[in-house]
């Protein structure tokens, strides 16, 4: 994850205590907290969000004036597996900036009231595995704090993908997965998480 402007300090933590105060801790606002893991890296946004599928891109719109608020910006691809450079170089990249209020910004076109969480179905998809290590436990770590409150939106999407797992998917989001990669709305949401959590081993789950 590679910042495209300014170099913001990343946060990094373990991932024990991450998954345990993530979910109740409240993101700055306006302010991304973007993660880098041993296996993993993801985004989470939270205030006035905007998602724009055809470009690759998330805006957090940001109400201050100081300079961090403007032309800062991370790329992200949103597979759980970054160390893998063959599986990475399949999944569509990702940008996530902050935009000042004041600056030209795309209206939202599409209003939604749940939080949003953008994951790819590429990388080792098709090899069951992979499918569970990279996609299904880190999708249900990453959900399972918003019981159901929550927009599942897929890039590099696969249509059997969804077939195959969709009694799973359904009882991770009570709404109609978003396939979002040539969609030229502008949806805006309260919270966005681009990217999966996931412990460093394969297929953990911490029982705790």
Not at 63 to 71: D, G, H, M
Not at 81 to 95: C, E, G, I, L, N
Not at 138 to 167: E, Y
Not at 173 to 191: A, G, L, T
Request: glycine share 2%.
């Amino acid at each position: 994850m590679k910042p495209a402007s300014l170099q913001p300090k990343l946060k990094v933590r373990s991932f024990a205590c991450l998954i345990e105060k993530l979910e109740t801790r409240k993101v700055e606002q306006d302010q991304p907290l973007c993660v880098s893991e041993a296996r993993t890296e993801y985004c989470q946004t939270q205030g006035d969000i905007r998602v724009h599928g055809k470009s690759s891109s998330v805006y957090t719109v940001s109400q201050k004036t100081n300079s961090f608020a403007e032309n800062v910006s991370w790329s992200i691809r949103p597979y759980a597996r970054k160390t893998d450079a063959y599986a990475m170089s399949r999944v569509r990249k990702w940008s996530v900036k902050t935009l000042k209020a004041s600056h030209q910004v795309s209206q939202c076109t599409k209003n939604h009231s749940i939080p949003a969480v953008i994951f790819s179905t590429a990388g080792y998809t098709g090899n069951h595995f992979h499918e569970f290590s990279d996609i299904i436990i880190p999708l249900f770590l990453t959900c399972r704090q918003f019981n159901g409150q929550v927009q599942l939106i897929i890039t590099d999407n696969k249509p059997w993908w969804i077939v195959k797992h969709q009694a799973f998917l359904k009882k991770l989001s009570k709404y109609e997965i978003m396939d979002i990669d040539r969609d030229d709305e502008v949806h805006c949401f309260p919270k966005v998480i681009v990217g999966l959590k996931r412990y460093p081993k394969e297929l953990s789950i911490d029982p705790q």
